[in-house]
């Protein structure tokens, strides 16, 4: 199958598109590098080393794993999204190519607005790009159980069925997301559905749990390293205590820590993108997946690092409680359903502690990178600023 991976060079852009290759795929990608400029921004880079994406490309070759074809461009222009769709004509285009965190968003105007456009431009620009050229292009996007927020009744993955004075109709499931990169999230969410109830797009829309981890089994080599933030603009929770164990500093749970999100490793994430692949919608479906393992609260993810880095090491790490510098629920119910994956034939591989272990012990490899850059761990950014 001929797949466009939008954002190739990201976290999980790069392991999918080895994942892809491995499958047997013809694999093509695009980035414009968006995240490795904003990251030394706030003065950090990847706590593991990241080669450029030529580099990278070309030892995947080395390896016998395949070829990849590369573009440089912002999907958020309009030219530079039709230039690659027509080039390459995809059977199935994974949408990874967006701002993706939510304390850059709350930075101020500036980076609100960034988000705001590139975000819901870059979903647009496809939507367009595939009705006119591939219509029969099947577009995974991959969006965020954020989008849900943390409502006081059991998330169903996208619809529900709802009773209201005695009329009844099934609708997509109310958002109520928690900064304004969720926020585009959502408008993502409402434009695909738009476009596929008028022109039949054929679309899957992932709500992804918070990923950690990494590697995956097709990161054999170093030089095939994807980034792994800890800071507190890009690095996610989970991430972010392991690098801190490692640093020897604070673990840091925000506020009482009982926030409650889904999680997934980077390999289940990674699975579960493939597999959306290998067995597509129906023409004309739009489908929603609830992507996650389980969920936890922020103080178990603390609890479960601090006890793993004992066992490896003998050592011991703090858990200190700081400031929630966000505007969320820290105690609420939550209960997200993810069966539809489950049904297409999805089986968890890593386990928490298992995973945790893993990060551990590669990050131990280059903690100096860590050291380097430990101002840039603990919150800044105030959603209330």
């Not at 390459?88 to 701002?99: C, N, R, S």
């Not at 109310?174 to 585009?184: E, F």
């Not at 996610?236 to 506020?255: D, E, H, K, S, W």
């Amino acid at each position: 199958m001929q797949i466009l991976i939008m954002g190739i060079d990201g976290y999980i852009g790069w392991p999918l598109a080895l994942r892809l290759l491995r499958e047997g795929h013809e694999v093509t990608g695009i980035d414009n590098f968006y995240t490795r400029r904003r990251v030394s921004e706030v003065h950090s880079e990847s706590a593991l080393p990241i080669g450029s994406m030529e580099k990278r490309i070309r030892k995947a070759s080395e390896l016998g794993l395949g070829d990849i074809k590369f573009f440089r461009g912002d999907v958020s222009n309009s030219e530079k999204m039709h230039e690659v769709i027509k080039a390459t004509k995809p059977e199935a285009v994974v949408h990874l190519a967006e701002q993706r965190s939510a304390p850059y968003s709350m930075i101020g105007l500036k980076q609100a607005r960034e988000t705001m456009v590139k975000n819901i431009v870059s979903t647009i620009n496809l939507i367009y790009e595939v009705k006119d050229l591939v219509p029969d292009c099947h577009i995974l996007k991959l969006g965020t159980m954020g989008e849900y927020g943390t409502p006081n009744i059991d998330i169903p993955e996208g619809f529900f069925d709802i009773e209201y004075r005695g009329r009844k109709d099934h609708l997509p499931f109310p958002k109520n997301a928690g900064s304004w990169y969720h926020w585009t999230k959502v408008h993502d969410s409402n434009n695909l559905m738009f476009a596929n109830r008028v022109w039949k797009l054929s679309v899957t829309d992932v709500m992804q749990g918070v990923v950690y981890g990494t590697r995956t089994e097709d990161i054999t080599d170093p030089s095939l390293y994807t980034r792994f933030d800890t800071d507190e603009v890009w690095g996610t929770a989970l991430n972010r205590f392991c690098a801190q164990a490692v640093a020897g500093m604070p673990i840091t749970p925000y506020g009482r820590g009982n926030q409650a999100r889904g999680f997934l490793s980077l390999e289940d994430s990674v699975s579960c993108l493939a597999l959306g692949i290998r067995k597509p919608p129906k023409d004309g479906e739009y489908r929603v997946y609830n992507q996650f393992d389980e969920y936890y609260t922020v103080n178990y993810l603390a609890e479960t690092v601090q006890n793993v880095y004992h066992e490896d090491t003998g050592k011991d790490a703090e858990i200190k409680h700081v400031e929630n510098p966000r505007v969320e629920l820290e105690d609420h119910y939550y209960n997200p359903e993810n069966q539809k994956l489950k049904d297409l034939g999805y089986r968890r591989k890593r386990e928490l502690r298992q995973e945790v272990s893993i990060i551990l012990k590669d990050l131990e490899k280059y903690k100096s990178r860590i050291l380097k850059h430990r101002d840039s761990i603990m919150p800044k950014t105030l959603w209330k600023a």
